[in-house]
């Protein structure tokens, strides 16, 4: 009985020490340790994608992005900023207070990246890139997703067909969302604050429009979008106060 225990306390502690300091959101959902982001990339054009992060440690943190290419199109580029500075392939060391949260809301401090696509891009190759945000006082305390950067115009058809939209926008005690659908099967329209934690989800189809009460809601920042097949589309940001 003493080993089982010491090993149950082992393996608690070894989960402890090895717990992540740091955790990133997309469009205000948490991201998976590894998780793909894509973005839909133009030939000609310049893509952007957004990727907050957040202290979830006990302490202050010094941190730094890196990329690293998977794949990358001959011909394309790709630039970050994050923390107040900018690079293609390592940030400078930047400052983050325990239990602060960075959203687009903090332009100069967010992770940005910015793609710009060659007009000469081939349209059936994609770029994947890793960025890996780490403690500078332990690099091993470190997360890291994969940007995937596609000309794949089934996708951009998809995310059109559907729409959501808020009035009124801040809201106080109640707000009406109006939605379309892309398919007949329709789709969860999910409302989420600011660290991804869902507070509201009701499944939608065709067109239409439904009432939401806010009363019960704390006063931020939230988004709001359509899911479907697990993916979030047409999202976008909420304000209640």
Known sequence: MKKIFA???ATALATTVSAQSIRLFHNGQPLENGEY?????????????????ANVSDDDLYLRVKREDVQFVEGDDLTFCV???????????????????????????????????????????NSITKFTFYNTDDE???VYFYLKSTTNVGVQQFEASQQVSAYPNPAT??????FRTSTDEGANLIIRNIVGSEVYRQHVSGEGKVLVSTADMAPGIY????????VMNSVKKLLVK
Not at 173 to 178: F, L
Not at 223 to 230: A, C, I, M, S, T
């Open 7 to 9: 090993l149950i306390l």
């Open 37 to 53: 982001v894509t973005t839909l990339i133009t030939p000609g054009t310049i893509s952007h994608t957004y990727i907050g992060y």
């Open 83 to 125: 923390g107040g500075s900018c690079s293609s392939t390592m940030s400078g060391e930047f400052f983050v207070m325990m239990g602060d949260t960075i959203t687009t809301d903090n332009e100069n401090m967010v992770f940005h990246a910015d793609y710009t696509c060659s007009p000469s891009h081939p349209g059936n190759e």
């Open 140 to 142: 091993s305390d470190a």
């Open 173 to 178: 005690t109640s707000v009406n969302i109006s």
């Open 223 to 230: 988004v709001y979008g359509l899911e479907q097949n697990g």
